[in-house]
């Protein structure tokens, strides 16, 4: 099973204090393929904000994104290639704020949506206390935060753990 995917966005800093755009994304598919993509800043984000504690956190510099990050319209179609017919969730409604306005700096549409994962987890009828445990056990084997790639991954574990497990009350 490929599908789900799960996307998680670093930015220049959160929107609540600041005028944020995203400078990496990754997307983990439950096949265990991920990619990360280095979102060069278009041009409309030149004057926005960028916050030293959110650059401390991710450690993505605005001279590394100049080197090494890659047009917005590129990064666009590579994911929209990387998560085929699958459907995409995040954790947080702000991913799905940062696919927005990646595709609004290069006047593309939305490639997908972006769902709520706590609407899934609902929907297959997991308990809080499943979720929770799953969550610890994909942080234990996947500890690092704050990287795109790292975050999305570990997202993918917590929901391959819970899928390879059957909901509570559920027999297989």
């Known amino acids: 099973m490929i599908c789900p ?3 998680d966005f670093e930015a220049s800093c959160l929107p609540e204090y600041g005028r944020s755009f995203p400078i990496e994304v990754a997307i983990a598919r ?3 393929k991920n990619h990360a993509w280095l979102i060069r800043p278009a041009p409309a984000w030149e004057f926005w904000d960028w ?4 650059e401390a956190l991710h ?4 001279e590394l994104l100049a080197r ?4 917005p319209a590129q990064v666009v179609a590579e994911m929209a290639d990387f998560v085929r017919d699958c459907r995409v969730y995040a954790d947080a ?3 799905q704020y940062w696919l927005e306005v990646l595709c609004q700096a290069v006047g593309a549409k939305l490639p997908f949506p972006v769902r709520y994962l706590g609407e899934l987890m609902q ?3 997991y308990t ?3 979720v929770v445990a799953a969550l610890e056990e994909a942080k234990r084997q996947l500890p690092k935060e704050h990287l795109a790639r790292e975050d999305a991954k570990r997202l993918a574990l917590t929901v391959k753990l819970l899928f390879d497990e059957p909901p509570q009350g559920v027999s297989s």
């Open 30 to 32: 439950m096949d265990g």
């Open 59 to 62: 450690g993505i510099s605005r």
């Open 93 to 95: 409604d702000l991913d």
């Open 5 to 7: 995917a799960l996307i």
């Open 123 to 125: 929907k297959r009828g």
């Open 128 to 130: 809080r206390p499943q």
């Open 68 to 71: 090494e990050g890659l047009p």
């Open 51 to 54: 916050f030293p504690e959110a």
